[in-house]
């Protein structure tokens, strides 16, 4: 069963400061990276994506970094909010399954105030 | 627009007994799915569907059953409840499955509790 790994499971960041989340992937049928945003008792929500034409993307606060050669990819979020606290999700699309998403097992951030 | 909706909120059933998880989307979207979500194992795929008629099983889906007979309604049918199935249920729709490049769009969960 493909699989995505997500480290750490959790991380606490004090306001202010860089969070770090990573992923590593198995072989996909496309290049395509997304993360979602789940606060508690919330379905989970896109929060950004990155296609292979680029090995960085940045939207605000939210920067994805993708390493094809490495297969791994990370979300780094600057400047910290409390309000960031949620779990993230890493995802990317199958191999040999018409290129489902399979997602990372989750990190949940606290950033203390 | 509702976007996705699911009912109920939270239930809790004894062992062997059976139910339906009841999801629905306005956005007139092909691709829906169906996820568990458990501690330190993530979003894991129940069953999937790319079309009315058409289903699909994931990576988990013993135990439970999905029929598609339009294109906004997929329900989740626990056939006989285990104590393992106590989890939290999302269900989730996209325009297309386009290899998973189509954003997803998730309802706000069922808490499903097995005693």
């Known amino acids: 069963q493909q699989q995505v790994k997500q480290s750490p499971q959790s991380l606490i960041v004090q306001k202010g400061g860089i969070s770090i989340i990573n992923c590593a992937y198995e072989?996909?049928?496309?290049?395509?990276f997304p993360w979602y945003q789940q606060f508690p008792g919330k379905g989970p929500a896109l929060l950004i994506a990155?296609?292979?034409?680029?090995s960085e993307k940045k939207e605000g606060r939210f920067t994805i970094s993708f390493n094809k050669s490495a297969k791994q990819f990370s979300l780094h979020i600057m400047d910290s909010q409390p309000g960031d606290s949620a779990t993230y999700f890493c995802?990317?699309?199958?191999?040999?399954?018409?290129?489902?998403?399979?997602f990372g097992q989750g990190t949940e951030l606290s950033v203390k105030p | 627009n509702a976007g996705v909706t699911q009912t109920p909120k939270f239930q809790v059933l004894k062992t062997g007994q059976s139910m339906t998880l009841q999801c629905a989307q306005d956005?007139?979207?092909?691709?829906m799915s169906w996820y568990r979500q458990d501690p330190g194992m993530g979003l894991r795929l129940i069953h999937y569907?790319?079309?009315?008629?058409?289903?699909d099983q994931g990576e988990v889906p013993n135990g439970y059953n999905v029929s598609r007979s339009t294109t906004e309604d997929f329900p989740l049918r626990l056939l006989s409840a285990a104590p393992s199935q106590t989890s939290v249920y999302f269900c989730?729709?996209?325009?297309?499955?386009?290899?998973?490049?189509?954003?997803?769009?998730f309802g706000p969960g069922t808490r499903l509790l097995v005693l």
């Open positions: 989730a729709s996209s325009y297309s499955l386009a290899g998973g490049r189509e954003t997803q769009y």
């Open positions: 072989n996909t049928a496309f290049d395509y």
């Open positions: 990155i296609r292979p034409d680029v």
């Open positions: 995802a990317a699309p199958s191999f040999n399954q018409g290129g489902k998403l399979i």
């Open positions: 956005m007139n979207h092909e691709y």
């Open positions: 569907s790319v079309g009315a008629g058409i289903t």
